[in-house]
């Protein structure tokens, strides 16, 4: 069965370093997405991607955070100069259509010391 | 904007037993209403999800919700959990104008099933 990968799945960074969280979406979906779930609490939307661009993001989503589908098949989450409170689980997830099921990735765990 | 709330952190429940993890949320439009859930180690996979016609949804893994427009609920059953079911339930909407898109989830609920 096809499934959106995620990868590092943990990734332990000092404050102020850039870090790159890469997903591989499912090969025939359009639609991408970042979420994350700081530990403890709700699971957060970060960012909508579609035909290379944004089509939607949150407030979370500031311009520490950049994303890019450099390839074609890689879909990635940049941070640019990482903070403690960017400390979470980091979720991809990709989706046929912009009406269709998303599938989630496994998560890439962050840990800013 | 929209809004979730499970008020339960926490189900234990005995194996056999039914089960219901409540689901209360808010919004200005309408919605449409999923249920993710997430085993550990593993990533979010949706259980069943309500866009429109009937109230009574089912899913997979034998669970069902219902919803509950007047109030504003969308509760997920099982009638007899296995131990496999242990695992955190997620309950989330989107606005119908923006489809799956940009979901809103709750805290979770972590189902803990004992023989």
């Known amino acids: 069965e096809p499934e959106v990968t995620q990868t590092p799945s943990h990734q332990v960074t000092q404050m102020g370093q850039e870090v790159i969280l890469r997903c591989v979406p499912i090969?025939?979906?359009?639609?991408f997405y970042w979420y994350r779930q700081i530990l403890g609490q709700k699971v957060e939307f970060l960012v909508s991607?579609?035909?290379?661009?944004?089509?939607?993001k949150s407030e979370i989503f500031d311009d520490q955070f950049s994303v890019e589908r450099p390839d074609g098949s890689n879909f990635t989450l940049k941070i640019r100069s990482t903070k403690l409170e960017d400390s979470a689980m980091y979720f991809c997830?990709?989706?046929?259509?912009?009406?269709?099921?998303?599938?989630f990735g496994e998560g890439s765990r962050l840990t800013v010391l | 904007a929209q809004s979730v709330t499970q008020l339960d952190s926490q189900v234990p429940v005995f194996e056999e037993a039914p089960v219901e993890l409540r689901c209360n949320y808010s919004?200005?439009?309408?919605?449409?209403l999923f249920w993710y859930v997430q085993y550990p180690n593993q990533g979010l996979q949706l259980l069943l999800k309500?866009?429109?016609?009937?109230?009574l949804v089912k899913g997979i893994n034998g669970f069902e919700a219902e919803f509950n427009k007047s109030q504003t609920s969308f509760h997920l059953r099982k009638p007899s959990v296995h131990i496999s079911d242990t695992a955190e339930y997620f309950c989330?909407?989107?606005?119908?104008?923006?489809?799956?898109?940009?979901?809103?989830f709750g805290t979770g609920t972590r189902l803990l099933v004992s023989p």
């Open positions: 919004s200005s439009v309408s919605v449409y």
């Open positions: 090969s025939n979906h359009l639609y």
């Open positions: 989330a909407v989107s606005e119908t104008n923006t489809g799956f898109q940009k979901l809103v």
């Open positions: 991607f579609y035909n290379n661009e944004i089509s939607e």
């Open positions: 997830a990709s989706s046929e259509v912009s009406a269709g099921e998303l599938f």
């Open positions: 309500y866009l429109s016609g009937s109230t």
